[in-house]
């Protein structure tokens, strides 16, 4: 199989910042990776997210085609959805291959993800998929939450069945310094 892999950093303009993701492109379909080599390739990378990228077109290049194949690993598993890793693929089909079409579409585990790009302000616009959520009732979960988040106020707790997360509203007083010393206790969850 034959693969490009680039190192991209998202949601920046400048080297080493932003978030980086690495991009791996095969010429010839994805299917003919096995899910354990791109573990493996993703393991070495290193990275939070690696993506693979491929057309679902036989024939078809990366270069010139609209749609693709988009799978994401960490070093440890595959994961149904990453946003950065999404918007460094759709910057290096963009940039770095010269992809002349304005909008991309990715068929992944989340669905089907668009690309948009925007010659007027040389951006880059993705749709994500929305993760509906459901209240909770906080005094049924409290415990829970104070293992999240320990003392700090919070006003809404929300539960998504789709992806499995609780989402915690903290109180618009905490300042960035409280949340940047939220220390889970995992092993007590």
């Not at 509906?132 to 415990?143: C, F, R, S, V």
Request: aromatic share 6%; glycine share 6%; charged share 20%.
């Amino acid at each position: 199989v034959k693969m490009e892999i680039f190192t991209v950093d998202a949601f920046t303009n400048k080297p080493f910042g932003g978030n980086p993701a690495a991009v791996c492109v095969t010429r010839s379909g994805q299917s003919s990776i096995e899910p354990a080599i791109m573990q493996n390739i993703a393991a070495e990378m290193n990275l939070s997210e690696t993506a693979f990228v491929a057309t679902l077109t036989p024939g078809e290049d990366v270069t010139s085609s609209s749609v693709f194949s988009l799978k994401w690993f960490t070093p440890k598993c595959e994961v149904s959805l990453c946003g950065h890793a999404t918007l460094a693929t759709a910057a290096v089909i963009f940039q770095s291959l010269k992809n002349p079409h304005s909008q991309l579409t990715f068929h992944t585990l989340s669905g089907e993800l668009k690309a948009v790009r925007s010659d007027s302000d040389n951006k880059i616009y993705l749709n994500l998929p929305l993760a509906e959520t459901e209240p909770q009732d906080k005094g049924e979960i409290l415990g829970l939450i104070k293992l999240t988040v320990g003392d700090l106020p919070f006003i809404d707790c929300q539960y998504s069945v789709q992806t499995r997360k609780l989402l915690i509203r903290l109180s618009d007083e905490v300042t960035r310094s409280q949340l940047q010393g939220i220390n889970p206790n995992t092993d007590a969850m």
